[in-house]
DNA sequence: TTGATATTGAAAACCATTTTCAATATGTAG
DNA sequence: CTACATATTGAAAATGGTTTTCAATATCAA
């Protein structure tokens, strides 16, 4: 966990002027140290047990305004579900979702982000994000599968 | 509009051991007609003009039909809605999704697509379908923005 | 310490989408 | 052409993830 995240957060929160407590606190802390690509209930259950008293709507309440903040990026995949992902400073990545078994891998790629950028320009469009997902199988059920 | 279009349709259910009906078949042709990206309330109420019969349930459940059929490409973007459009056979392009007006700009980029292959290769992933989306301003929004 | 008000948890509300159900339409077998 | 098994329809109710409401509580500036 990056060191500076609460203090991240409680800047934002003062910035705003929005108050810092407990719960926020904990509820980053929990998301930062769990996996990425967590819906807001897995995060919920999550949070539920070492931190009984947190309501879910405190958890979806936080979640947006992690992302607010920065501090969480919230996408969208096709299973319906909003999934937040811990956004570490510039890092940013796309998925491969594989259909069967849910798996999602991460990739970077600088080329296709340039060629993105190329496009946009091309439209006079300032890009602010964006989002690439690749669904199909991952190399685990290709083999299952035959 | 395609000249088989609902002769596809037919097809496909024909091959289901589905039914063809009245209402697939105007709905099919109002969503041909009708603009790219339509969500399902605003295929509902196109088709409403036409044929008022026509019940909620049953675009939504036929928008899934064509789906299904290869017709129409269901995708979701940020905004919770989710929108079909019409698929022409070979034609897969990606969008400039303008977050100021709500302006979609579609393009294609075939480096970006080979790209995503290697990306896929090297991951063993087998890619069946994609989708990347460009978030900002267009060249509109950044105008008056200023 | 106090007061204004932001935040919380629980429950209710939202709202796009899906399902239920009785009535109706379709396609196949006879 | 007719009858029947059943797929489909429209309306209304149900679903399910997410948001809002509301009274109680916590935070923070003065």
Not at 55 to 71: Q, S
Not at 78 to 85: A, N, S
Request: glycine residues 6%.
């Amino acid at each position: 966990m990056r060191k500076n995240a609460v203090e991240q957060l409680s800047e934002y929160l003062a910035g705003q002027g929005l108050r810092s407590t407990t719960q926020r606190d904990q509820i980053l802390q929990v998301f930062i140290s769990a996996g990425r690509h967590l819906s807001a209930e897995e995060l919920y259950l999550r949070v539920k047990k070492p931190h009984p008293g947190i309501g879910y709507a405190t958890v979806y309440r936080t979640l947006k305004l992690l992302a607010e903040a920065g501090l969480a990026d919230e996408r969208r995949f096709e299973d319906g579900f909003t999934r937040y992902e811990y956004k570490a400073s510039d890092d940013h990545h796309d998925h491969l979702i594989c259909t069967k078994c849910g798996a999602i891998i991460e990739f970077e790629n600088e080329r296709i982000e340039a060629l993105q950028q190329d496009v946009a320009r091309k439209n006079h469009f300032l890009v602010q994000n964006h989002k690439l997902e690749l669904y199909g199988l991952c190399g685990d059920c290709r083999k299952k599968n035959r």
